[in-house]
């Protein structure tokens, strides 16, 4: 991994006792959730569900990935969909590689860019851009869907194929575009989110 996504997510470790309690109960649901895909020898898939799949849906995909690769685990799917495609928002593909993520894109002047996303030199680039939770690439089947907005939470109490379902909201950061807070609170919510998801993947218990 690139050394400076490997030192963030050493930093990210350090800030594990500071996730309240409450949310730890819920990311220890989805890390044995995890733990059962592969102890069963199934390739476990994850999507996380926020409304515009723009930015926290997207940060939270990435950071489930990478942080597979830093605890070496078995092979782990993850996707992110909305209720709704827009675009993986310039503001969250900028904290992202604020992170040590590098992520490219042919066009970014595209109404929904396909950005290439990597964490360390030996992967296939991940495609990342904006699409509905219920259309392809994203899985219709044997799936954890994760809410990370409460609207996206409101809006599909019931999401089909799935067989975990976990609300697990974060503010949204676009409260704070276009203001002298916003790459502030976009880091912060990057930050937060990666914690968690290295948290999950750190809880992950290969028989």
């Known amino acids: 991994m690139y050394k400076k996504i490997v030192d963030y997510c050493q930093q990210l470790e350090s800030g594990f006792d500071s996730i309240p309690e409450e949310r730890k109960e819920k990311l220890n649901s989805l890390s044995a959730y995890i733990s059962s895909k592969l102890n069963e020898d199934k390739t476990p898939k994850l999507i996380v569900i926020c409304t515009h799949n723009s930015r926290r849906s997207h940060m ?5 990935a990478a942080a597979a690769d830093y605890y070496h685990l078995p092979e782990i799917r993850t996707f992110s969909g909305g209720t709704e495609a827009t675009a993986f928002h310039p503001n969250a593909v900028h904290a992202v590689r604020r992170a040590g993520f590098k992520v490219e894109t042919d066009d970014s002047e595209a109404s929904n860019p396909v950005y290439h996303v990597s964490w360390k030199e030996s992967m296939e680039p991940y495609q990342a ?11 219709t089947k044997e799936f954890a869907a994760i809410m990370v907005c409460s609207e996206a939470d409101e809006a599909c109490p ?11 909201p974060f503010d949204d950061p676009k409260a704070f575009d276009n203001t002298a807070l916003q790459d502030t609170k976009y880091d912060e919510r990057c930050k937060q989110i990666g914690t968690e998801m290295l948290y999950v993947m750190s809880k992950v218990d290969t028989e």
């Not at 939270?60 to 489930?64: F, I, K, M, T």
């Not at 851009?129 to 899985?139: Q, Y």
């Open 158 to 168: 019931f999401v089909p194929g799935t067989d975990f379902r976990l609300s697990l």
């Open 60 to 64: 939270g995909q990435l950071w489930l």
């Open 129 to 139: 851009f904006s699409t509905r939770f219920d259309e392809a690439p994203n899985p």
